[in-house]
């Protein structure tokens, strides 16, 4: 398996994993539009030319903030968001990371207590489809 740089050519498998994922996918344009930021990065996780999973994030320095992090279903529990997140953690210059996560994604939230997150608040009402209040975390590096 290789960690690859998150390119505009990899939308198509990135919109693939997007809607196999989320009840409330992101959209082409909604992808577009975060790619043509220089603020963010991301990566994927590719094996044999497949993609299985990719994370997309801000890189602010001094802050990190993850915007959205997916794994094929046929490649999960295989550590794939762990390598994931760890390797945007190893962006330089980054002393602070945070995101939101529906509340509901127990394995995502326990992913990123792992890693040492901790829970900041809520954010009422933040997803759609189901509506689903979002955890805040934070990450002091």
Known sequence: ?????????????????ERETFSDAWT????KELLANPFTRGYIAE???EM????????LMPELQILNIAVRESARNQSLGSILLKSAL???????VTLEVRESNLPAINLYK????????VRKNYYNKPR????L?????
Request: with cysteine; aromatic share 12%; proline share 2%.
């Open 28 to 31: 082409d344009g909604m992808f």
């Open 90 to 96: 190893e962006c330089e210059n980054i002393n602070w």
């Open 114 to 121: 792992k890693f040492g997150f901790k829970i900041d608040g």
């Open 137 to 141: 975390m934070s990450l002091d590096m």
């Open 47 to 49: 094996n044999n030319g």
């Open 132 to 135: 689903e209040d979002a955890i």
């Open 52 to 59: 299985l999973g990719f994370i997309i994030f801000y890189n």
């Open 1 to 17: 398996m290789k960690i690859l740089d998150l390119l505009s050519e990899h939308l198509p498998e990135i919109l693939e994993i």
